[in-house]
């Protein structure tokens, strides 16, 4: 089945502790991203990668980082996690770079930081 | 950047009966793309239609459809027949392009009610 798998579906954490959710299409797709979703804001994008090795920031990239050292894998981690980045976040793919057909989305990640 | 705006933070409708969500957005392109994505308690994020801005008529999946008023620059979501299975969070997002990038820019949702 074509899909965008990440893990974990919830997580609860700590102030500080380094964490990494992990994010994997099997469909081959060249686009991957980041979102973040909070109440009243919608989605916002964390980080992108048109490709291997190629990423970029988004709207919100502050406390966070991301690698895509295969095609298939974009983990996102947070080095120090803060409460403020207590939210719903998800990864989404795309089969090419022009989103024509919108994204594929992973089924999110829920992180709640105290 | 493109805004996406979404007027109606929540919507309730009657089982069975017609309900439109409403969506504008902001625009300097004249070839873009628009998407209504439907997020289920589940909180999986469900493509349920897109519209192609060089298209004239307007995008129909089954009881979904859309409004697309290219020079109001507006793009609603129109749901016949609504089953207790729509109620859900509708989002509606632009596909954006700039700097040689590209990425799709959501509204802040409409949460759909629907009542038996």
């Known amino acids: 089945e074509a899909q965008v798998t990440q893990n974990p579906r919830y997580l609860i954490t700590v102030t500080g502790k380094k964490l990494t959710v992990t994010c994997s299409q099997n469909m081959n797709h060249e686009y991957m991203s980041w979102y973040r979703q909070d109440p009243g804001l919608g989605l916002r994008q964390i980080y992108y990668s048109m490709n291997v090795e190629v990423t970029d920031k988004g709207d919100v990239p502050e406390g966070y980082k991301v690698s895509r050292k295969e095609k298939r894998n974009f983990p996102l981690i947070l080095e120090s996690p803060s409460p403020n980045q207590t939210s719903l976040y998800f990864c989404?793919?795309?089969?090419?770079?022009?989103?024509?057909?919108?994204?594929?989305f992973g089924s999110g990640t829920r992180l709640t930081v105290v | 950047a493109q805004t996406v705006t979404q007027s109606q933070p929540e919507m309730s409708v009657q089982e069975a009966e017609t309900v439109t969500l409403s969506c504008t957005y902001d625009?300097?392109?004249?070839?873009?793309?628009l998407f209504w994505y439907k997020q289920p308690p589940s909180r999986q994020m469900i493509l349920v239609i897109r519209q192609e801005a060089y298209k004239q008529q307007n995008a129909t999946e089954n009881r979904f459809s859309v409004n697309f008023q290219k020079a109001a620059k507006s793009f609603s979501l129109k749901i016949s027949d609504s089953q207790l299975g729509d109620a859900a969070m509708y989002f509606c997002a632009y596909r954006e392009t700039q700097g040689g990038s590209e990425k799709l820019v959501f509204g802040k949702g409409t949460k759909l009610t629907v009542n038996p």
């Open positions: 625009t300097s392109e004249s070839d873009y793309y």
């Open positions: 989404a793919s795309s089969r090419t770079p022009f989103l024509v057909m919108g994204y594929t």
